[in-house]
Structures are given as C-alpha cells and as structure tokens.
C-alpha cells in the first residue's frame, strides 16, 4: 500500500536541520525501497522548511512508524509530528511514477 506521511518540525529547529541533514539524506537513500519520494515543506515565501512529505511503500502505518523511529532527523528531536494518510491513486492505469 501506498501512504503520504507528512511531518511538522519543531520551532526554531533550522540548525538542528542543517547538521542532522547529510544524516538523514543517506537514511533516506538507504531506505529508498520503501520511501519512494521525500522532500522538505516550505511555507510560501519563507527560507526555513518547517516539515517534510514522503511516499512511503508500506504493509501498515506501524511499519512506517517503525521505520521512522530510526531516521536522524525524528532521532535528533527535529520532528514535532507527524500525520500518515493511506493513499490511494487516482487514475491508477496511467503509468505516472509514484
């Protein structure tokens, strides 16, 4: 199955971001098989993400939840939240990545 997983940061948390970043990439790189899309959440305008939206293959939200307890940027305290959605996609004949 397919989910989104949307995160929210923590206040103040740019420097936390920028040294846990390289960190974070390599885990995501590392887990590419299963988080098929990932990238940070920028409020219009600004230049401090303030969160992150992934594509995740997943049997379950327990497994992400799982998954995600390892990754450097939930283990440094950078992440305040995080909401996961099943996805469902539309028009799923067309061949669209993700």
Known sequence: MRYIVQFRDNPDTAVLRREHLEAHLGWLHQHAAQVLAAGSLWPD???VAEG????????SAAQIRELLA???????????????????KAFPELNVPV
């Open 45 to 47: 305008g600004q230049e």
């Open 52 to 59: 992150g939206l992934w594509i995740v293959e997943a049997d």
């Open 70 to 88: 390892s990754d450097p940027f939930w283990l440094c305290g950078l992440r305040a939240g995080v909401e996961i959605w099943q996805w469902r």
